[in-house]
C-alpha cells in the first residue's frame, strides 16, 4: 500500500515536471544532458524530467537599458561627461545564451566604448550640435557586433552631456555676449527703419502737397477759364438781347408808322426831341452849337421827317 501511494507520488511528481509552460513573447532554452536541444516557444512544452533542464530564459520584448555615464574627451581635448540609453531585443534566444556569457554587459561596454570613440573625432560645440550622428554611429557599431550574440540593437539615445563648470560658464558668457549682439543689431536695425520710414514719409507728404497744389492751381486755372467763358457768354448773351430789343423797338416803330396817322405822331414826337434837345443845350453847356438856321425850325423838322419817310419805305 505504501508502495502505491509512493508510485503514485513519484508518477504526479513527473508529470508535473514533464509540462513546462513559457510566456508569451518569452523563449526558453533547453538543454538535454548538457547539451542544447531546443528552443521552447510560447505555449505548452512537454520536456523530460532529469534529462532535459532549462538553462536559460529569455524575453523577447523590446528592453531599455540605461548606459553608465562616463567621462568622454572630445577633439579639443574637452571633458564631457556623457550618459544614455540603450534600446534592444533578443531576436536569437540560442546565440544570446551561448554566444557571450553576458550579452547585458557587452552590450553596455560596447556602447561605452563606441560613444568615447566618436566624441573623440569631435570638438565641443559639434557634440550639442550632432546628437542624431552620435545615436547613429553607436547604434550600427553595436549592431554589427551585436549579431552574434543574437541581440538587436534598435536605437541608443543620450540623455545628457555635461561639461566641465569653467566650460560651463564660458559657455553662458558666450551666449549673453551672442544675445546682447543680436540685441544691438536689433535696436540699431530698429532706429535704421524708423528714421527711412520718416523720411519716406516726409517724401510722400511733399509729393502729396505738391501735388495737392498742382491740382488746386489746375482747379482754380479751370474755374477762372470757366469763369471769363460764362462772362463772355453773357455778355454776348446780354448783346444779343438788347439787339433784339432794339430791333424789335424798331420794327414795332415802322409797323406804326405804317398805320393810319402813325406818321403825323412821329412828326410831332421828332419836333418835341428837337425842341427840347435845343432847351438842354442852353442849360448844360457854355458852348452852344446852333444850325445855321436857327430860325426855321418847320424846315429842319421837315428834314428830320423826310429820313423817316425814307426809312419808313
Request: a negative charge.
Amino acid at each position: 500500500m505504501e508502495f502505491a501511494l509512493f508510485l503514485f507520488a513519484a508518477v504526479v511528481i513527473f508529470i508535473l515536471k514533464s509540462l513546462t509552460v513559457v510566456p508569451q513573447q518569452h523563449a526558453y532554452i533547453l538543454e538535454r544532458l548538457g547539451r542544447y536541444h531546443a528552443t521552447l516557444t510560447p505555449g505548452l512544452n512537454i520536456i523530460i524530467p532529469f534529462i532535459d533542464r532549462l538553462a536559460y530564459k529569455h524575453s523577447l520584448k523590446e528592453v531599455p537599458l540605461d548606459v553608465p555615464s562616463q567621462i568622454c574627451i572630445t577633439r579639443d581635448n574637452t571633458q564631457l561627461k556623457v550618459d544614455g540609453i540603450l534600446y534592444f531585443q533578443v531576436t536569437d534566444p540560442q546565440r544570446a545564451s551561448y554566444g557571450t556569457s553576458d550579452y547585458i554587459i557587452a552590450i553596455t561596454q560596447l556602447a561605452q566604448t563606441t560613444l568615447r570613440s566618436v566624441i573623440g573625432k569631435m570638438e565641443l560645440d559639434k557634440t550639442f550640435e550632432e546628437r542624431d550622428e552620435i545615436n547613429q554611429a553607436v547604434v550600427a557599431a553595436l549592431d554589427e557586433a551585436a549579431i552574434n550574440w543574437g541581440v538587436k540593437v534598435l536605437r541608443y539615445e543620450i540623455k545628457d552631456l555635461v561639461p566641465p563648470q569653467d566650460i560651463l560658464h564660458s559657455m553662458q558668457a558666450q551666449i549673453t555676449a551672442e544675445r546682447e549682439k543680436r540685441a544691438r543689431i536689433a535696436e540699431s536695425e530698429g532706429r535704421k527703419m524708423e528714421q527711412i520710414n520718416l523720411a519716406t514719409g516726409a517724401r510722400e507728404a511733399a509729393i502729396q502737397k505738391s501735388e495737392g497744389d498742382m491740382r488746386a492751381a489746375i482747379n482754380q486755372s479751370e474755374g477762372a477759364r470757366q469763369a471769363a467763358i460764362n462772362n463772355a457768354q453773357g455778355e454776348a448773351e446780354a448783346m444779343r438781347l438788347v439787339a433784339d430789343a432794339t430791333a424789335d423797338a424798331i420794327r414795332r416803330v415802322a409797323e406804326s408808322i405804317q398805320t393810319q396817322g402813325g406818321l403825323e405822331a412821329v412828326n410831332l414826337k421828332v419836333a418835341e426831341q428837337y425842341v427840347s434837345a435845343f432847351g438842354k443845350l442852353a442849360k448844360e453847356n457854355n458852348t452852344i452849337i446852333l444850325p445855321a438856321n436857327v430860325a426855321d425850325v418847320s424846315s429842319l423838322v421837315a428834314t428830320a421827317m423826310s429820313v423817316v419817310k425814307q426809312s419808313s419805305r
